[in-house]
């Protein structure tokens, strides 16, 4: 989305990117991280915009769950973000400009049973997101979340295909009021929007993007 908007793109990740390349990493490694950021800042020039967009979905019985498992969860949904932060924040904050972007989900905000902990990196993340951006709103950047709902993707789709009950996506499209679930293309919209001068004075705020699903209630 990024790139068809005209912008040049890094990813740290095992893909390679439209109009960008790809750096290998480990973001849970500090080490990791600030070499990918300084190769992508030599690559492309400083940069202007980070999307914090690696998550792990694991749950775990809160007795059962080990303490290795939990710092695994964590150092992946929560750690990471702050480790890219901090890396990509020296050149923001000497440009006097940047766009900070959290991928979060509406369990930071409510939440059901089975989703432990991931619900509690979640809300961590978002409790990041503020936090941050009161630090280095001074400086000229912004720090905002968004927190998507059920979003058909590609995680999404094989869980709902191997379901045992075929009614199983129309229950998860009912729990919209829009009757449906987003597209990863809708999520992307946002943040777009969050990164580009449009929002610019835009920060410190968790955007829902879950077609009202967090509006309802039960």
Same mark, same amino acid.
């Given at each position: 989305?990024? =790139?068809?908007?005209?912008?040049? *793109?890094?990813?740290? /990740?095992?893909?390679?990117?439209?109009?960008? @390349?790809? *750096?290998?990493? %480990?973001?849970?490694?500090g080490e990791q991280v600030r070499s990918? !950021?300084?190769?992508?800042?030599?690559?492309?020039?400083?940069?202007?915009?980070? *999307?914090?967009? =690696?998550?792990?979905?694991?749950?775990? %019985?809160?007795?059962e769950m080990t303490e290795a498992e939990? %710092?695994?969860v964590f150092a992946i949904d929560l750690? =990471? #973000?702050?480790?890219?932060?901090?890396?990509?924040? $020296?050149?923001?904050? =000497?440009?006097?400009?940047?766009?900070?972007?959290? *991928?979060?989900?509406?369990?930071?905000?409510?939440?059901?049973?089975?989703? @432990? $902990?991931?619900?509690?990196?979640?809300?961590?993340?978002?409790?990041?997101?503020?936090?941050?951006?009161?630090?280095?709103?001074?400086?000229?950047?912004?720090?905002?979340?968004?927190?998507?709902?059920?979003?058909?993707?590609?995680?999404?789709? /094989?869980?709902?295909?191997?379901?045992?009950?075929?009614?199983?996506? #129309?229950?998860?499209?009912?729990?919209?009021?829009?009757?449906?679930?987003?597209? $990863?293309?809708? !999520? #992307?919209?946002?943040?777009? @929007?969050?990164?580009? %001068?449009? #929002?610019?004075?835009?920060?410190?705020?968790?955007?829902?993007? /879950?077609?009202?699903?967090?509006?309802? @209630? $039960?």
């Open positions: 989305m990024a =790139a068809r908007e005209g912008a040049r *793109v890094g990813v740290v /990740d095992v893909l390679a990117a439209e109009r960008g @390349f790809a *750096v290998q990493a %480990d973001i849970t490694s990918a !950021v300084a190769e992508i800042a030599h690559e492309l020039g400083t940069i202007s915009v980070l *999307v914090n967009n =690696a998550g792990r979905n694991a749950y775990y %019985d809160p007795v939990w %710092d695994e750690k =990471a #973000a702050w480790m890219m932060s901090q890396a990509v924040l $020296p050149g923001m904050k =000497a440009a006097g400009r940047g766009a900070i972007v959290n *991928v979060a989900s509406i369990h930071a905000r409510l939440t059901t049973r089975g989703m @432990f $902990p991931y619900a509690a990196a979640k809300s961590g993340l978002v409790g990041l997101t503020r936090s941050l951006a009161l630090e280095v709103g001074p400086h000229g950047v912004r720090v905002n979340a968004v927190s998507p709902g059920w979003t058909a993707t590609r995680l999404v789709e /094989d869980y709902l295909d191997r379901h045992p009950d075929p009614g199983e996506r #129309a229950r998860v499209e009912g729990l919209h009021p829009m009757g449906r679930m987003g597209s $990863p293309h809708q !999520v #992307a919209e946002v943040i777009c @929007f969050l990164a580009s %001068d449009a #929002a610019g004075f835009v920060t410190g705020a968790e955007w829902a993007v /879950d077609g009202g699903m967090s509006a309802r @209630f $039960p």
